[in-house]
C-alpha cells in the first residue's frame, strides 16, 4: 500500500514546517536542492540546519531572501498568478507526480484566496504566495512527498492561535480568511488555541488539504521514524511540526473479521416520527454499530415500528439506557449474534471535480470503493452533475489510485 505519512500539527502547520519535517523523515537534501536549483527564479538561497524549540531538537528549513535582489525585482514576485506559478512548475525536472501535486496544493491556495476576496479565482495575485520563499516551500513539498515515496497522508486537526497578523491585504483576524477558507471546504479539524499569532498559515492548511487522504490514524501501528521541523515562533509550547512514517497493523488483524455483536430490540406502537429520529440519532453518537426501524403490526392491528440496534457487549447497558430515554418502550429483547465484516477505511481523493471521500472495503487482495453521499452531493451542487455521473467519476478514479498501491 506504500509508505503511510502521520502529520501532527497540534502546534501549526506551515510551508517551511513541512519541509523540515520531511527532511528529518529522511527526504534526501541532495534530490531537493537538485530539483530546485533549475527553478527559473533568483535571489534566494536555502538554510538546512538544527535548531531547539522548548527543548526539542528540531530540524530548521528556511529559503533567506537576498534583499538587493528583492527590491529590484519585488514587483514580479509579489504579484504572479497562478498562471505564472503553473509555468514555473511546468518548467520542474523531475516526475510528474511532483508537479501534480505542487499544481494542488496552489489550486488549493488560489482558491481559498479568491472566496476569501471575493473575486475569480483567475484576478488572485499571490502577493505572499507569489513569493519566492513561499513557491520554494510548496515546491519542496511535493519533492519531499515523493522522494521518501509516501502514498497516503494522515492529518490530525490543525492548531491555530487567536490574535491578529499583518498581512499584504493589511491586520486580519487569526485564523487569517484564507485558512479558514481551506478548513471549511476540506473538512480539516480546527483547534484555535490562546497562543497569541498565527500558528497555522494559509500554505500550511493548503499543504494539509492537499496531501490529506485518511482521516485518523490506524487502531494500531507501528512508527518507523519519526521527523520533527521547526517554526520560526515561540510560544508556550513548541512551535514544531511533528511527522511519522508509520506502518498499519490492523488491516490484517480486521480484514474479514468475525466479530460478537449484541442485537437490542424494542416493539414501538406509541412514538412519532420526531422522538424515533431523536433516539437513532443519540444512539449512533454513543457508539452503536447500526440502528434501523422495520415497519410492523402489533396487537388490535396497531402500525408500529420495531427498533433494532446493533452494538457491542460493553455498550448494551448505556444503549438500553438511551432507548429507555428518549422512547416509549418498556421493554428491550437481547440477542447475541455474530457477525463477520470486511476491513474498511475513509480516505479522502482529490478528483478532478474536487475533494472527495470514499470508503474502501478490503476483502483479501480485492478492494471495493465507495464513494461517499455528501461528498457526492455537494460535487453535484457545485458543478451541477447528475448523481450517478459523479458517482462513477469518483470511484473509478479511487480505483486507478489505489488498485495499484
Known amino acids: 500500500m506504500g509508505t503511510t505519512l502521520y502529520l501532527e500539527c497540534r502546534s501549526g502547520i506551515s510551508g517551511d514546517m513541512a519541509v523540515g519535517a520531511l527532511l528529518d523523515l529522511g527526504a534526501r537534501r541532495d534530490v531537493l ?9 533568483g535571489g534566494y538561497r536555502l538554510h538546512f540546519g538544527r535548531t531547539v524549540k522548548c527543548g526539542i531538537d528540531a530540524y530548521d528549513f528556511d529559503v533567506y531572501l537576498d534583499p538587493e535582489y528583492t527590491h529590484n525585482h519585488g514587483h514580479v514576485h509579489r504579484h504572479r498568478n497562478l498562471r505564472d506559478i503553473y509555468a514555473i512548475i511546468d518548467m520542474l525536472t523531475c516526475g510528474e507526480r511532483v508537479k501534480v501535486l505542487a499544481r494542488r496544493i496552489f489550486n488549493i491556495l488560489a482558491q481559498a484566496e479568491a ?31 515523493d522522494d ?48 497569541d499569532g498565527e500558528m497555522v498559515t494559509p500554505t500550511g492548511a493548503a499543504i494539509a488539504a492537499a496531501l490529506r487522504t485518511r482521516d485518523a490514524l490506524p487502531s494500531e501501528f507501528r512508527v518507523l521514524k519519526t521527523g520533527i521541523g521547526a517554526g520560526k515562533k515561540d510560544f508556550y509550547q513548541a512551535n514544531v511540526l511533528r511527522a511519522m512514517l508509520i ?27 420526531e422522538m424515533l429520529g431523536l433516539a437513532m ?21 396497531r402500525p408500529a415500528n420495531m427498533l433494532s440496534v446493533l452494538c457491542t457487549e460493553e455498550l448494551i447497558t448505556p444503549l438500553e439506557n438511551l432507548i429507555f430515554k428518549h422512547t416509549t418502550t418498556i421493554g428491550i429483547r437481547r440477542t447475541p449474534v455474530s457477525r463477520i465484516i470486511l ?37 453535484c451542487k457545485e458543478h451541477r452533475m447528475g448523481y450517478q ?10 480505483k486507478n489510485k489505489w488498485t495499484a498501491c
Open 389 to 398: 455521473e459523479v458517482y462513477a467519476v469518483i470511484q473509478e478514479e479511487a
Open 247 to 273: 506502518e498499519d497493523l490492523s488491516v490484517k488483524k480486521e480484514s474479514s473479521a468475525e466479530k460478537q455483536m449484541w442485537l437490542l430490540e424494542s416493539n414501538i406502537d406509541d412514538a412519532g416520527g
Open 281 to 301: 440519532e443519540c444512539l449512533f453518537e454513543a457508539g452503536a454499530a447500526d440502528v434501523w426501524y422495520t415497519p410492523i403490526y402489533m396487537k388490535k392491528s
Open 33 to 41: 536542492e537538485k530539483i530546485l536549483g533549475r527553478l527559473p527564479v
Open 343 to 379: 476491513h474498511r477505511e475513509i480516505r479522502i481523493l482529490q478528483t478532478a471535480l474536487g475533494a472527495a471521500k470514499v470508503k474502501i472495503c478490503t476483502d483479501g487482495s480485492r478492494q471495493y470503493f465507495y464513494p461517499e453521499y455528501e461528498s457526492i452531493r455537494r460535487i
Open 115 to 145: 472566496k476569501a476576496h471575493g473575486i475569480p479565482v483567475d484576478e488572485v495575485h499571490f502577493h505572499e504566495v507569489g513569493a519566492i520563499d513561499s513557491i520554494i516551500d510548496i515546491i519542496g513539498v511535493a519533492i519531499c512527498i
Open 148 to 195: 521518501l515515496e509516501v502514498h497516503e497522508v494522515i492529518v490530525s486537526p490543525l492548531t491555530d492561535g487567536s490574535g491578529s497578523v499583518q498581512m499584504a491585504h493589511g491586520v486580519m483576524p487569526v485564523p487569517v480568511p484564507a485558512t479558514l477558507r481551506i478548513v471549511e471546504e476540506y473538512g480539516l479539524g480546527l483547534h484555535i488555541s490562546d497562543n
